[in-house]
């Protein structure tokens, strides 16, 4: 069977800054039918699931005004331009919470939306954190705590969790031998 493609008649930049370029773009399916789709592209993102001996993930409680939602999630942020990932995972994890991850491992790549955004996602497990003397970020976090993956995905079902980084990272950690 033959693969047809959409094909793209051009893209309109909207808007654009160092965290997102936000375009229209004018698309042909392969039957005929044009359209006008928005897409953003924004930079790719690392967080880290740390996890403890115990089996505890590391996560933060922060205010999400998007969603106007108080939420758990992992650690993270944008890759510097040359940053290397796996460095920029660790180093968010500590800027964020005041924990130096002992290892970094990448969990898995990810898109979350890939109908109209283009934004890497890159999930790192940390097999344990040493606590340092950085003073979390007072913008990031509420709170920090240690709670037990299994406690987590229970998190998410009662609507306690809801971005994807920490979805994917909690039910992909739970696959993983202890």
Known sequence: MARTQWTIHGEHVVDENRHIKLSTVDVELPDGVKFTQYVARMPRCAMTLVLNERREALLMYRHRFIIDRWVWE?????VDHAEDVA?????EVEEETGWRPRSMER??????????LDQPQEVYLARGADLT??????NEAED???IPLEEAAAMIDRGEIVGAATVVAVYRALSLPA
């Open 87 to 91: 460095a920029a995972a660790a180093r």
């Open 133 to 138: 003397d950085t003073e979390p970020d007072i």
């Open 144 to 146: 920090i705590r240690w």
């Open 107 to 116: 969990l898995v790549t990810y898109q979350p939306a890939i109908g109209t």
């Open 74 to 78: 992992l650690p993270g942020g944008y």
